[in-house]
């Protein structure tokens, strides 16, 4: 319990430590906002700069290049620095992208904006999910894990929806985005700001900055379904990013941006909805019964574009987002399982290493192979990726080891 705060160690939850899990879930919301608020405006570059899918797909890679590297070289500053100053050096990084997407000029403009976020989303995911375990209310037990799990897939929603209704309704339509994520990310550093802070800090802060990737022991009989999870969900979330705009106006005949945020949103917002599901079963049932929903909801997906049918595509996003909720909180909750607070910002780091890498890998590939397959094709080989990961968790899936507290993995 090195660096826990009193509150922390005992359990016991005083009003900054409330103040402080407020604040670190509402700024992790408005991170994944603000990293989503480009994906609408992607058709409008591809017709004002004629870019491609694989210019496209390579502006996504770009954003989970520069999460990659900053999980690598900070994922484990906030356990030595605190996770207030590295929270919000995580906010003033997504600014800086803001300001540079502000004036995209062409697509070297646009990879060092989203290259920015990345890095800003990365730093963000080890520190502030860190911070929110470390402040949230002892009970529910599991509010932890949705919270910190859940977040970043509630603000990817956010951002997709509102970006899509500003840039459709409002003024500015390639800029009015950026501004608002400006202010909601003013907002999110004052709030930090004035919060209690959950560890002390430690030495070893410019040690702590050589690549290195750690979970504890006992979590590493649990990485293997658990990275199926993030790999397989993830990637299909990166997928929404890279080739659903191209797709809902391609295929589904519509090039509205509003449209293609109620997409997105379709598949990143059932994901809160599947959070509470999985808290009621043991984390092996959580992963089985959360990957069997994802699967389908991904064969509905391909249903969906062999018929041209938007409604088809959007109630199997809403089941396949539904899945990952559940297959990812209970993939987090064992992961997290007896951790003490200098452990979570580097259960974090390897969590969303493994989620980005994931998501890069198969964006990165399915962008080189867009200029040869077409969309069907394409989207039929992210089923694929999710019947792979599905037949790995059903017959691996297993609970962890009961903590030193007592408590079964049941009630965690």
Not at 80 to 93: F, K, T, Y
Not at 196 to 205: F, I, K, L, M, R
Not at 249 to 268: E, K
Not at 301 to 317: H, K, N, Q, R
């Amino acid at each position: 319990m090195t660096g826990a705060s009193t509150s922390a160690a005992t359990g016991r939850r005083s009003a900054g430590d409330r103040l402080a899990f407020t604040a670190a879930t509402l700024a992790l919301v408005v991170t994944f906002a603000t990293s989503a608020a480009p994906v609408p405006l992607f058709n409008s570059y591809r017709s004002g700069f004629g870019f491609t899918n694989a210019d496209i797909s390579l502006a996504v890679v770009a954003y989970f290049a520069g999460t990659i590297g900053s999980l690598l070289l900070l994922g484990r500053l906030a356990s030595h620095v605190g996770r207030r100053p590295a929270s919000l050096a995580s906010l003033a990084l997504l600014a800086v992208g803001c300001l540079v997407l502000l004036n995209v000029i062409g697509l070297a403009s646009l990879l060092a904006g989203r290259f920015l976020m990345g890095i800003g989303a990365g730093l963000a995911s080890s520190s502030i999910t860190a911070y929110i375990v470390d402040a949230a209310p002892a009970s529910p037990l599991w509010l932890a894990s949705v919270a910190s799990s859940q977040a970043p897939n509630l603000g990817l929603a956010i951002g997709a929806i509102g970006s899509g209704g500003l840039v459709e309704l409002g003024p500015w339509p390639t800029r009015l985005v950026y501004l608002a994520a400006l202010v909601l990310l003013a907002i999110s550093a004052t709030l930090i700001a004035l919060s209690a802070e959950t560890v002390s800090p430690n030495p070893g802060a410019w040690r702590s900055l050589r690549p290195r990737v750690h979970l504890p022991a006992r979590a590493l009989p649990l990485l293997p379904v658990a990275a199926s999870v993030f790999i397989a969900t993830w990637a299909m979330g990166a997928f929404y990013q890279a080739f659903v705009p191209a797709l809902v106006a391609d295929q589904l005949h519509t090039s509205s941006a509003l449209v293609f945020g109620l997409v997105f949103c379709s598949y990143m917002a059932p994901n809160v909805l599947g959070a509470p599901i999985s808290g009621r079963f043991s984390v092996a049932g959580a992963q089985r019964l959360g990957m069997g929903i994802f699967l389908t909801g991904a064969a509905g997906l391909l249903t969906g574009v062999l018929t041209d049918s938007l409604p088809v595509f959007i109630v199997a996003s809403v089941i396949a987002g539904t899945g990952q909720g559940v297959a990812m909180s209970g993939s987090v909750r064992g992961l997290l399982h007896g951790s003490d607070p200098s452990e979570r910002a580097p259960i974090f780091a390897a969590i969303f290493l493994i989620s980005y890498s994931g998501a890069a890998g198969a964006s990165f590939v399915a962008g080189q192979l867009s200029g040869f397959l077409t969309l069907v094709q394409l989207v039929s080989g992210y089923v694929g990726l999710a019947l792979l990961a599905t037949l790995v968790v059903i017959p691996l899936a297993r609970n962890p080891q009961p903590s030193r507290t007592g408590v079964r993995d049941g009630e965690d």
